[in-house]
């Protein structure tokens, strides 16, 4: 099968559009579709990655009939992702000992944590200076030996 062949069994068979519903869906003209399906007709890069993109089709299936039809979804693995944030086995079994339990248990637990967390007060952050100038006045900066000893440095080097 020819990329042109692969264009229209994809909106024939697995899209059920005609010509002029695919090239709605893509802001072209029905022709321009026409085109496309007609053997040994070039396919331009930018159709080929405006189909994909909106489709999920694998451009390695639109271009050279190479399965699968389309790009695999990305997957995320909680258990790759607790061991590179250093995860402990006992965490692990924690998260999935979670996981496993019935959705409403796990809806009460996420309750019960949330009343916890709503009885912790926010720190005051009131004793903390809005200015360096403020800061400098609660917390005076310390003299280094320079400016001690009259611009040379005066300190034991360790032995």
């Known amino acids: ?19 002029r519903q695919l090239a709605n869906e893509l802001g072209m003209a029905q022709t321009g579709i026409s085109g496309l399906e007609q ?21 390695a299936w639109l271009r050279d009939g190479i399965e699968p039809m389309y790009m695999e979804a990305p997957t995320f693995s909680l258990d790759q992702f607790a061991r590179e944030r250093g995860a402990s086995e006992l965490e692990l079994q924690i998260l999935k000992a979670y996981f496993s339990l019935d959705p409403d248990i796990r809806k009460a637990v996420i309750e019960h944590f949330r009343s916890q967390f709503a009885t912790v007060k926010p720190h005051d952050f009131s004793d903390i ?31």
């Open 1 to 19: 099968m020819t990329i042109n062949e692969r264009i229209k069994f994809f909106r024939k068979e697995i899209l059920h559009f005609n010509q």
């Open 129 to 159: 200076p809005d200015t360096p100038e403020e800061f400098e006045k609660m917390y005076p900066p310390i003299e280094d030996d320079e400016e001690k000893y009259g611009g040379e440095d005066h300190r034991i080097a360790a032995g």
């Open 39 to 59: 053997n040994g007709r070039t396919v331009t890069d930018l159709f080929i990655n405006t189909l994909c993109l909106k489709y999920n089709l694998s451009e």
